[in-house]
Nanobody, 124 residues
Framework: QVQLVESGGGSVQAGGSLRLSCAAS????????MGWFRQAPGKEREGVAA????????YYADSVKGRFTISGDNGKNTVYLQMNDLKPEDTAMYYC?????????????????WGQGTQVTISS
């Protein structure tokens, strides 16, 4: 079993930055792949960024490429999402997810474990 707890959300103005954290516990083998997803009101949940923690290989959605950075600290069992140059369209609930294996890293169905989410609100 894996537990995920997100933190770091908040409200900032457009152009600002936030860093989200996802603290993970439980079976390390079940969280080799970690992803960040988001869901805006009235929209489907979408993949934002993902990392293969074993080799720190990362993958991003086009909408955040160049602005967001996903990273992991295996010693702290924590994955981060650094978000820069935030835009109002980035406003959403952000979720952390974990999987033992993911072929398509930004697809929801690839992930087995989910956190409760942290709200990010960007004002213009």
């Amino acid at each position: 079993q894996v537990q995920l707890v997100e933190s770091g959300g908040g409200s900032v103005q457009a152009g600002g930055s936030l860093r989200l954290s996802c603290a993970a516990s439980g079976a390390p083998g079940s969280r080799a792949y970690m992803g960040w997803f988001r869901q805006a009101p009235g929209k489907e949940r979408e993949g934002v960024a993902a990392i293969y923690t074993g080799r720190a290989v990362t993958y991003y959605a086009d909408s955040v490429k160049g602005r967001f950075t996903i990273s992991g600290d295996n010693g702290k069992n924590t994955v981060y999402l650094q978000m820069n140059d935030l835009k109002p369209e980035d406003t959403a609930m952000y979720y952390c997810a974990a999987a033992a294996y993911a072929r398509h890293w930004l697809r929801l169905e690839e992930y087995d474990y989910w956190g409760q989410g942290t709200q990010v609100t960007i004002s213009s």
